[in-house]
Structure formats: C-alpha cells, structure tokens
C-alpha cells in the first residue's frame, strides 16, 4: 500500500471539512440545523458585478488561459482600490499578484520562503492555514498568544530573543479572524519596526478590511512608512465584495516577495477565469457606497449574537469588524469541542470550538454572522435555553 509523506500523514484534517459528515447525518434525520460557524457570506455581490462577469462569460475570447498572476487590468484595479482605499500606491507590475482566492496564497507563501526547519511566528488563535502551510513546509513555528489584557494584539517583547533571531515569517491578521480585534496604525509600526530588527517579513492577512461597524475604518499595514521592505499583504474580494466562490484575491506589498510567489505559482496553477478577473476589476474601482448598506446588516447580526451571548452567560466583547464573535464558555463549561458538539447534536445550530484556532482558543467559541438575522436570533434563543438547561 502506498503511503502518504510524513508531513501529510501527521496533518490534522481541516475542521470544516469534517463537520460536513456530521450536518449531513443531521439533514437525513430532519434537524433544523442553523449553521454560525463558517465565514461565507450569504448576501449577493452587487448587481453590476454580476452583470459584468455575464457579460465578459459571453465573449468567446475570454475562456482560454489568462495571464499567470492576474490580468493587467484586474493588477491595475488592485493598485487602484489601494490608492483609494488606503492612500497607498502599489506598482502593478512588480507589487501586486492576482490569486485564487488569498487562502492559496497564505499557503503558497511558506513553501515560497520555507525551508525545514525554519521558524514561523504564530498569532494564537490563528487561521488555521497559517500552521498547516508551516508544518507541510517543515518548518518550526512559535505561538504569540493573542490575549485580552492585550486586546488580543501580540506581545513582541514575550517572544524569546533566540526565536526572533531565528524567525523567517510573523504572521498578523486584522481586523482578526477569529478573535474580531482590531489594529492601528501605532501597532503596525511597532511591527515593521520589529521585523526591521530581526529581519523577519510580516505577511498581513487583511481580507476583514472592508467589513468594519459604527464608524470605524480599518488601516493596511502598508500605510507605515518603510511597511513594503519588510511586509506583503494578503486581501480577498471574498468577504468584502460578497465573492467568496468566485475565488479571487491579491498579494501586494514587498515586491521580491510578490516575484517570488509569483514564480512559485507559475508552476502550480494557470490564474483566474478571465470574465472573473473582469468582475473584480469593476468591484475594486466602481463606487463603493453599496458596501454601507451591507456592513449595517451585518451590524445588526452582530448586535442580536452580542445580546444573545450575554443573556446566556457568555464573556464577550462587540467587535468593530469582521464577521465573528469571540466569546468565552459561560460558568459551568470547560470544554469548546464537547460544547460545541453537544450543543448541535442537541439543537442543531452549529458553532466552532475555539480550540481549533490555537491553544489561546481554549475556553472560547467563534460565531459567524453570516446567516439572515432572524435564523441568527431564532439561534441565539436555541443557545440560551440550551445553557440554562446544562448549566
């Protein structure tokens, strides 16, 4: 019998693919499942890209190979969208990488840079991404525990002076998934210059950007000066735009970096369905004012899992961005994967055990509002009387 390679062998499987056997078994015996743990959005691109993507599907010169690592126009409407977005200019042609969505490229980057042996820094809880492309890579990694007292912002003086020596990537991610804090700029600058220091390249997970609640704005690492010498940042038109099965998303930032992946890439895949690309351009550069109106649903969801939570006894804070709830188990509870387990097998909504994120991920769950409000609240009324029954 052939075997699987060491590294794969002793991989963990991905949680969310195994949870589709047990809410399968669920659907066969008629269980209302009411799914808060995955981050797919559920509402609709706008229209207008809708229609573009129709109507470059219909050229017939638009379904052979597009250019490896983007169009010329789809980099150029990323270049765009940064200098709009975030007042930062990106060359198109030597800063800025198309992708198939950015969770390919957050893998391919550790194979691009990784060799056995080599040290990772980790935010805990992490996307689970991040130390399944280290540990494929044979590479070592060391935690930074994203924890409350620090506003779930990393502690760079905790880290060991022999493993920052040591350390190739830091990886960050905010607005953050799963925790939903946020960064400013005053942190980024701490990070670059941190990274300057030891020689370590930051790669910035930021695909959370644009979905931001009561006013708040979230900045790019890129806005510090000097950010691009030692950073490359990771976005996605998946959650912003409402894209998430169109699998499109963009490196910018360090341009050896970007040459680097590039190259990599060149030998693993052939780019994005051109008409996608197309798409996407008209979503970066087109009038951004429909995104208001989607992020103040998602503010409302937000809202009534936030009130749901507490009623049932939870410890959680109101994000101002991304799309989850970090909430700590109520008294009485120690256990996330029994929890969680539990909980759905009981009354069929589903969450995620923080555990899987990390060991910082201990005692939390996540929540995803990326369903319709009134099955959220329909939820949250499960939860409580679910808690108060177990307690």
């Known amino acids: 019998m052939i075997k699987p390679s060491k590294t794969v062998a002793n991989l963990k499987p991905y949680f969310f693919a195994g949870l589709k056997g047990v809410l399968a078994e669920l659907a066969e015996r008629g269980?209302?499942?009411?799914?808060?743990?995955?981050?797919?959005?559920?509402?609709?691109?706008?229209?207008?890209?809708?229609?573009?993507l129709v109507e470059s599907a219909r050229n017939p010169?638009?379904?052979?190979?597009?250019?490896?690592?983007?169009?010329?126009?789809?980099?150029?409407?990323v270049s765009t969208y940064y200098k709009m977005r975030f007042n930062v200019d990106i060359d198109p042609k030597t800063e800025a990488l198309g992708l198939i969505g950015s969770k390919e490229g957050l893998f391919n980057l550790n194979h691009t840079l990784l060799d056995p042996g080599d040290t990772v820094l980790l935010p805990d809880p992490y996307y689970p991404v991040y130390l399944a492309g280290a540990q494929l890579a044979g590479a070592n990694y060391h935690f930074m525990p994203l924890l409350k007292k620090n506003n779930f912002l990393p502690n760079f003086d905790a880290i060991p002076e022999e493993v920052a020596r040591e350390a190739k990537i830091m990886w960050l991610n905010y607005p953050n998934n799963p925790t939903g804090a946020t960064a400013g700029l005053d942190f980024y600058a701490k990070a670059v210059a941190y990274a300057r220091k030891y020689d370590i390249l930051i790669a910035h997970d930021a695909p959370y950007c644009d979905l931001a609640f009561g006013g708040y704005v979230p900045p790019s690492i890129l806005e510090v000066e000097g950010a691009k010498d030692v950073a490359v940042e990771f976005n996605s038109l998946s959650k912003t735009y409402n894209m998430a099965g169109w699998r499109i998303g963009m490196a910018v930032g360090n341009a050896e970096i970007i040459r680097l992946l590039a190259n990599y890439k060149s030998q693993i895949d052939s780019s994005i369905f051109a008409p996608i690309q197309d798409a996407a351009v008209v979503a970066l550069t087109s009038d951004q004012g429909w995104l208001k109106g989607r992020n103040e649903i998602y503010e409302a969801r937000r809202d009534v899992v936030y009130q749901g939570l507490i009623d049932a006894g939870f410890?959680?804070?109101?994000?101002?961005?991304?799309?989850?709830?970090?909430?700590?188990?109520?008294?009485?509870?120690?256990?996330?994967?029994?929890?969680?387990?539990?909980?759905l097998q009981d009354t069929g909504v589903s969450?995620?055990?923080?555990?899987?994120?990390?060991?910082?991920?201990?005692?939390?769950?996540?929540?995803?509002?990326?369903?319709?409000?009134?099955?959220?609240?329909e939820a949250m009324h499960r939860i409580k009387e679910w808690v108060e029954k177990n307690r």
């Open 315 to 343: 410890e959680v804070d109101l994000p101002e961005a991304a799309l989850y709830l970090w909430a700590k188990l109520p008294k009485g509870f120690d256990d996330p994967m029994k929890f969680c387990a539990d909980l």
């Open 31 to 52: 269980v209302d499942v009411i799914r808060l743990d995955m981050g797919s959005p559920d509402l609709p691109p706008a229209d207008f890209i809708v229609d573009k």
């Open 351 to 377: 969450i995620t055990p923080g555990v899987i994120y990390g060991p910082s991920g201990a005692d939390y769950i996540r929540i995803s509002i990326v369903i319709p409000t009134d099955r959220i609240a």
């Open 61 to 77: 010169k638009k379904h052979g190979y597009s250019p490896a690592g983007g169009t010329p126009a789809f980099l150029k409407a």
